[in-house]
């Protein structure tokens, strides 16, 4: 029994795309929030929905017959960052479950933070952005004022999550059947300082914090004595933004690195020396929001970036033995069928060994969501329901079958190369599918050329 129970959303089966990767992660945000409220001397119970169904909070809460539930998403998870709605559904259903049993309820996330009436309106106290100080306050039964928290300025004393209230083991089992290994989620920083004008940032917006590398570190090597993960992810959005920190980071990490994965920026990656830096930390895979291989469109993007970088960052992480991702935009304002053949040419070019392919997705806040669906009708609920959605949401220049077709072509393209560098029985298996359905792809693509009224001479091939 517990006074104050903290819950998660994040009930994976509801994702059906995402649950079929098999890569689930503890709920790192939620799981420091109870740590803070434990070295506030508070008595905590926790509800990790991870592996279960929405109906299983009923339990929890018959359980601990709470007088104050807290449910949060977790800010660190990108599907939950996607605000899809799926998520939403389960929070409101457990917002109700936790009201019927007269409990006072507190809502934070992404999503709370983007649409905080539809939270409130079930009545309930929606706390948006940062929201770690606010749930103390309320725990100790503090008001919390509607409207936005300010995010923390140093994270040095905030405590590293509270890891012993999941089941580690779980994780351990479902990562490692599926993959071989298991892979733990750290966190070194909050906020991202850039502005690339689709992306979401309804938690801590531009302010970029960072963790001390050394307490960074301290936790890593914890984390690896007790629970032996084979590999982190880092969930910052950026990681390593700082070189000097970078700097930091590796020379602790050099002597006894352990493989990790990671997100960053090819600007930040073309110079050696940081990405020696990231290989001695023990770097592995490194994925770099590329978007696009035409630099209209990525002026379009506000990404502040180029072809060229990304070119330069691609070919550094290959000489460093350091494999990577690249996310790929398709449909973005600007991008015609020009620009599509030119990101499936340098997709060619530069053959990552990862592609994340989606058509642009406007979320509520953002530049591109003003440009794109800021006045149309019913514009609240415009969104995915699951991640397996990709469905374009605004007017386009094509259909949605053109860029379905271009997915898959480059899906094809990608597991060909990918076969012919590393044959193994799994890709010679597939190959005689992908083989086939590229021409029909490829085709589907060229029948709508010049369909954009573009012109056709920025190389299309
Ligand atoms: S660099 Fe990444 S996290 Fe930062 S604004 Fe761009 S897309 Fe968002």
């Keep these: 029994m517990a006074s104050l129970l903290v819950a998660h959303n994040l009930h994976a089966a509801l994702d059906p795309r995402g649950a079929a990767e098999r890569k689930p992660y503890p709920p790192m945000g939620p799981l420091v929030t109870v740590a803070e409220l434990e070295r506030e001397g508070h008595e905590v119970a926790f509800y990790d929905g991870t592996f279960g169904a929405v109906a299983d909070f009923q339990a929890a809460l018959d359980g601990h017959r709470p007088t104050r539930v807290a449910i949060l998403a977790d800010p660190h998870n990108v599907s939950q960052k996607m605000c899809l709605s799926v998520w939403r559904s389960a929070a409101l259903e457990m917002v109700r479950m936790a009201r019927a049993i007269g409990a006072e309820v507190l809502v934070a996330g992404p999503d709370v933070s983007d649409h905080p009436d539809v939270y409130a309106a079930s009545g309930v106290t929606a706390v948006v952005g940062e929201h770690d100080d606010a749930v103390l306050r309320w725990a100790s039964g503090g008001m919390v004022p509607p409207g936005r928290q300010s995010p923390r300025s140093n994270l040095e004393h905030v405590p590293v999550p509270a890891w012993d209230r999941v089941d580690m083991g779980r994780y351990a089992q479902v990562w490692r059947a599926a993959h071989g290994v298991w892979e733990l989620n750290v966190s ?36 690896r004595e007790r629970y032996q993960p084979d590999r982190i992810w880092f969930t910052d959005d950026i990681f390593g933004i700082q070189k000097d920190w970078l700097a930091r980071f590796a020379a602790l990490a050099a002597s006894n690195p352990i ?203």
């Design 259 to 461: 493989p990790f994965r990671c997100l960053s920026r090819a600007d930040l990656l073309t110079d050696p020396a940081v990405v020696q830096n990231l290989a001695r930390a023990g770097a592995v895979e490194v994925w770099l929001g590329a978007e696009s291989g035409s630099d209209r469109v990525l002026t379009a993007m506000d990404k502040d970036g180029t072809v060229d970088e990304i070119r330069t960052a691609a070919r550094l992480l290959h000489n460093y033995g350091i494999q990577t991702g690249f996310f790929l935009q398709l449909g973005y304002p600007g991008e015609g069928y020009a620009e599509l053949m030119q990101t499936i040419r340098l997709v060619r070019e530069l053959q990552p060994e990862q592609i994340g392919v989606s058509v642009s997705y406007p979320l509520p806040g953002t530049v591109f969501w003003e440009r794109t669906l800021a006045g149309s009708a019913d514009t609240a609920d415009a969104r995915w329901a699951g991640s397996m959605e990709n469905r374009v949401m605004f007017a386009s220049p094509f259909p949605q079958s053109f860029y379905d077709a271009a997915r898959e072509v480059l899906r094809a393209e990608h597991a060909i190369a990918r076969f012919a560098r590393t044959p193994t029985l799994d890709g010679a298996l597939r190959l005689p599918w992908h083989l086939g359905r590229w021409p029909v792809h490829r085709a589907r693509i060229w029948s709508h050329r010049g369909a954009d009224g573009e012109r056709l001479d920025r190389g299309t091939h």
């Design 188 to 223: 070194t920083a909050r906020g991202c300082p850039f502005r690339c004008n689709w992306c979401a940032k309804p938690t801590w917006g531009r302010r970029y914090t960072v963790r001390p590398p050394e307490q960074v570190w301290a936790e890593i090597t914890a984390l």
